[in-house]
């Protein structure tokens, strides 16, 4: 097939997670491609089953009773006590709003003769999906794309040989076995679903509505545009006979009255001009310009993408060889994913990106904000797509008020508290066990600090970013308290999702490492970005202070650094989760460089948690384990986090799972035998990033190329990565030949420090380049303002 970057399959999809995802950001789609009955699964971003929401009461005069029970050593009975005063004060939200699938779009086709040469595709620079194959000496081709420029799903039913089409259009529920009478609707299994629904036809018009208990109402409609033959109703389809050309536009709604979004809909589809190639060139040529923005190059693109199946790939995989065809190609797909799951206005990517078929999907598809929400924008900023993170902004700003409800209600403090997962509201969990998580916020600000040292935004800075970091900071002021010994105390504190060894384990304890690091890295962030707009100068000196009274990272007796920083909290190998690294990653803080000590202790952390094995891993900790061993500058062992990851954890569309659901012992069975396992986006995004992070280190001031570069990726290129710094980064190697190339555009004239691959024999640049007090292999250069920096290292 004639593309550059996407994937083949030579089997069609029995089940939604299986199928090619599309989507604009606001809508999206997953193709099954079968022939004689197909499903295209539809998702609006916004379609989430509410509840009502809940109502907090004040706990926060518990708080004392429950520090000093902690104080005690009494963790357990801390945490239940405080736990069971939330559970007796509070009202509603027993469960996290779910994400939910929309419709189906319904194909029946007749089949004259068994298929021959059957092929699904999906091209990640159009985005693009193709089922094709031949019957009856002629090839048939369905195409379909998600537009950006028109905000309709649009799909075409061709053949290039001229064959007639006949076929059966139908919209109807996700997966249902019937719409009985009323509008009531059962699912697959008999079930009962959580809405009416009501399809309407009118001429060439397929219109669909669901309406939730709480009269919530969502639906969308189709247009089909048939070129010669006939289209006729047939009870709820259309029936097209012998047309040379069928073109379907759909258009979905959410969270809206119907009847007025059906009206709307239906002006807005019969304004849209069915010719599909002028439809895709318009949206191709916004949705191909952010995917070529950065190009990764491991191996030939058009041996990957036309020539080679995922069956193929795959199946080397899981024979233990991961190909670089297949490391490039999951590097592609995640940055497509992205581009296809979140865009400006909209929603952030959830835990599934866009796309479910599940009323009750795992973990309700939420945005999971002690890892995973993370996980999902970790590649976006230094994959040039920082589009894609302002959704993520738009949310958590929306959901401000409530934060501060949390924090006032539970903590008595002002500020900001997020709770550990959410969808339409924030509104911390009812679970108490959760709720010394306090460190969400201040991750989430990470994402907001970031957004400015990779794009230089001085407004967005100001304007967003501060007032943010500001939030944490009133929370923190408020919330940390004095210990004996001068130094301030996080009680109580979670290390996500883990808990020390103690003789009764409690999730409640105090001074988790992550909590200290991650607000130091607030309370440093916000004083640097203050100082720079010269504002809140009595404020900075408070926010300096407390940054000095956290306690410092310890080491155990086993050179470990410590998970909590407490004498009574022993640490705990014997958990997937490795927050206690943030220091080293998604934070920078502790580098070889600054605190050598911790960063060796922080490495030997990491090894003392092998001791969980194989089988207590996930699909998204293999991914964050990658980027751990990236920023720890072993890049084979990130290699093999990527291999374990895609020998399991991969499905047959290159999704991502929370684990194996083969039982091959890889990683977790916590589904139980034989059961399958979530798709989960989070280690979709986590690949990508793990590779830029073995590519390229980046902190203010600082440039590491190819820091984790494994064996095998002996040569390669790379081209417009961010760097922090407002940096545009292109680097071209040979490591057979000691050769490494690379491009530096500024937005700004500054000093880099720069370390190299090796120690160098030879430097040739077109700029200025000097010895660096580190020593070989650092060299300082001068980047000036928007002017291309050509370094060549041999």
């Not at 939604?16 to 950001?25: E, K, V």
């Not at 849209?272 to 318009?282: G, M, T, V």
């Not at 499905?651 to 399958?676: I, K």
Request: with cysteine.
């Amino acid at each position: 097939m004639d593309m550059k970057h996407g994937m083949i399959m030579r089997q069609p999809a029995s089940r939604w997670q299986d199928a090619l995802p599309c989507g604009n950001g606001t809508y999206g789609a997953l193709v099954y491609g079968s022939i004689y009955n197909d499903t295209i699964l539809l998702n609006h971003e916004a379609l989430f089953w509410k509840s009502q929401k809940p109502e907090l009461s004040d706990v926060s005069h518990h708080l004392p009773e429950f520090r000093r029970l902690l104080m005690e050593g009494k963790y357990r009975k801390g945490m239940r006590f405080f736990a069971d005063r939330m559970a007796e004060n509070y009202t509603g939200y027993e469960r996290v709003d779910p994400y939910q699938p929309a419709f189906d779009l319904k194909i029946h086709m007749p089949v004259k003769e068994a298929f021959r040469k059957y092929r699904r595709s999906l091209d990640f620079e159009t985005g693009e999906a193709v089922t094709t194959w031949h019957e009856d000496g002629k090839r048939y081709e369905k195409r379909l794309f998600v537009s950006r420029s028109d905000d309709v799903v649009v799909m075409a039913i061709t053949s290039p040989d001229q064959a007639k089409i006949n076929c059966e259009l139908a919209l109807f529920p996700h997966d249902v076995r019937e719409i009985a009478g009323e509008g009531e609707v059962t699912d697959s299994s008999g079930s009962k679903l959580p809405f009416r629904c009501k399809v309407e036809l009118q001429g060439h018009l397929i219109s669909l509505t669901g309406t939730y208990e709480d009269g919530n109402e969502f639906g969308g409609m189709a247009r089909v545009a048939v070129t010669g033959g006939e289209l006729k109703q047939n009870g709820l389809r259309l029936l097209v006979s012998n047309a040379d050309e069928v073109v379907i536009l759909v258009k979905l709604f959410a969270n809206e009255p119907g009847a007025a979004a059906i009206d709307r809909i239906r002006e807005d589809i019969g304004g849209i001009d069915a010719d599909y190639p002028e439809l895709l060139r318009r949206h191709a040529a916004v949705h191909s310009e952010l995917f070529n923005r950065v190009r990764l190059k491991l191996v030939d693109h058009a041996e990957i993408a036309g020539r080679v199946s995922n069956e193929e790939l795959l199946m080397g995989s899981y024979d233990g060889d991961v190909s670089l065809e297949l490391v490039q190609k999951m590097v592609e797909y995640g940055r497509y994913l992205l581009i296809s799951s979140s865009r400006p206005g909209g929603l952030p990517a959830n835990l599934q990106g866009i796309w479910n078929g599940d009323y009750n999907p795992a973990w309700a598809a939420d945005f999971h904000n002690d890892e995973n929400i993370q996980m999902n924008y970790w590649a976006a900023l230094p994959g040039n797509l920082p589009e894609t993170v302002l959704p993520f902004f738009d949310y958590y700003e929306s959901m401000l008020d409530d934060f501060r409800t949390n924090a006032k209600l539970v903590y008595g403090c002002r500020g900001i508290l997020v709770p550990i997962c959410q969808t339409t509201h924030g509104l911390i969990y009812k679970d108490g066990q959760w709720v010394s998580w306090i460190g969400g916020a201040g991750w989430l600000a990470q994402l907001f600090y970031d957004y400015w040292l990779y794009t230089k935004d001085r407004e967005f800075l100001q304007n967003r970013a501060v007032p943010f970091l500001r939030e944490v900071a009133e929370f923190y002021e408020d919330f940390l308290i004095d210990g004996e010994d001068g130094q301030l105390m996080f009680i109580p504190s979670q290390s996500p999702e883990n808990q020390p060894a103690i003789a009764e384990p409690s999730r409640s304890v105090i001074n988790a490492a992550m909590d200290i690091a991650i607000a130091k890295e607030v309370l440093t962030n916000l004083s640097d970005a203050c100082e720079l707009f010269q504002m809140d100068s009595d404020r900075v000196q408070k926010w300096k202070t407390m940054a000095s009274r956290l306690p410092a990272y310890s080491v155990n007796e086993e050179g470990a650094a410590k998970e909590w920083i407490h004498k009574d909290l022993p640490d705990n190998y014997h958990h997937r989760h490795q927050s206690h690294i943030y220091p080293v990653f998604p934070g920078y803080e502790v580098t070889e460089e600054s605190n050598p000590a911790i960063f060796k202790a922080m490495a030997e952390a990491v090894e003392k948690r092998l001791v969980i094995g194989l089988s207590s891993q996930s699909g998204w900790s293999f991914a964050h384990m990658a980027n751990i061993y990236a920023r720890l500058g072993q890049g084979n062992r990130a290699q093999d986090c990527l291999e374990l990851l895609c020998r399991s954890c991969v499905g047959p569309n290159l999704f991502t799972y929370h684990n194996d659901w083969r039982n091959q012992g890889v990683t977790m069975a916590m589904w139980g035998t034989g059961a399958e396992p979530p798709f989960q986006i989070d280690a979709n995004f986590g690949i990508t990033s793990a590779v830029i992070e073995m590519l390229v280190f980046s902190a203010p001031g600082m440039i590491k190329l190819l820091p984790a570069l494994p064996d095998k990726w002996k040569k390669g290129s790379v081209s417009g990565l961010l760097c922090r710094g407002g940096i545009r980064l292109s680097i071209e190697w040979c490591m057979d030949e000691k050769r490494v190339d690379a491009i530096f555009t500024s937005v700004k004239e500054m000093r880099l420090e720069l370390k190299l691959p090796f120690v160098p024999n030879h430097i040739h640049t077109d700029g200025i380049i000097v010895p660096s007090h580190n020593g070989d292999p650092y060299r300082t250069i001068h980047v000036l303002a928007d002017r291309p920096l050509k370094i060549e290292v041999r």
